[in-house]
């Protein structure tokens, strides 16, 4: 996981918060590594959103996270609306 880029997170976020958007990032990336069960993105993606509540500043964070490890949490998220707890989702 993480080899060598930063995930964007915004300074003024408590540590909860930032802990909440991490944990959504890593859980992208073990989705494009490894593949992820839709429920495990599904409460990552929660709780991210209770950090990042406004759709366009999850977009400039999913572009930055993007543009630093190549990997498109949109992608994954999408998936979420049409898959069961159980499915497991890979780019």
Known sequence: ?????????DEDWSTEEIVAVVEFFEAVETGYEEGIPAGALKGHYKNFKQ???????E???FKEFKERSSFEPF???????DSGDGDILKP
Not at 1 to 9: A, R, V
């Open 1 to 9: 996981m993480n080899e060598g880029f930063s995930y964007p997170l």
């Open 75 to 81: 992608t994954l998220t999408r998936q979420l609306k």
């Open 51 to 57: 950090v990042v509540p406004t759709k366009s500043e």
């Open 59 to 61: 977009k400039t964070l």
